[in-house]
């Protein structure tokens, strides 16, 4: 697995296929795992995706842990034994941000628990500073009315 300085696309010249660190970002943690770019699609080593983030490909489905999800096609969420992330994310029901050319991904929070916390109105906590520079946590104010105001200059 290469590490180093990284290199553009069209300074190396194409690098699909080739396998490399990938860095993969879920649940506020970071961490390197092998992975390819192949087809536009990124693959994971199996092994490593389970030691990294605790997802294994067992014959109940994709597995973490005691919850597994169903996987009707095999042959998509893990061609050649590497495991696809898009797939993945699809099958766990979790938004993926992904720039392959870069090696780096996130793994956004579920659907449900996402759903969960519209249906029971609850924003999710932040933390911004005020004009001061003192920093607020949205949590510190529950109970209350908070007004919130967004500007964009685009």
């Keep these: ?11 190396s010249g194409d690098r699909e296929g080739e396998m490399d ?14 992975g390819e770019v192949i087809g536009g699609r990124v693959r994971l ?16 489905g994709l597995c973490r842990g005691e919850r597994c999800f169903p996987v009707r096609d095999r042959a998509a969420l893990a ?6 992330l898009a797939e993945l994310a699809r099958v766990t029901g979790r938004p993926l941000a992904l720039d392959a050319e ?12 996402r759903l969960a916390a519209l249906r029971g109105l609850e924003a999710p906590d932040f933390c911004l ?5 003192r920093m607020h946590r949205l949590s510190e ?14």
């Design 1 to 11: 697995m290469r590490r180093g300085p990284r290199r553009r696309a069209w300074e």
């Design 21 to 34: 660190a990938f860095r993969l970002v879920e649940d506020g943690r970071s961490c390197e795992v092998p």
């Design 45 to 60: 080593s199996a092994a490593a995706l389970e030691s990294a983030l605790g997802y294994a490909l067992g014959p109940e």
């Design 79 to 84: 061609p050649g034994g590497a495991i696809d």
């Design 102 to 113: 870069e090696r780096a991904a996130a793994l956004g929070t579920p659907v449900e628990d």
């Design 129 to 133: 500073p005020d004009f001061s520079g």
């Design 141 to 154: 104010h529950r109970g209350k009315k908070v007004l919130l105001i967004a500007y964009a200059s685009w």
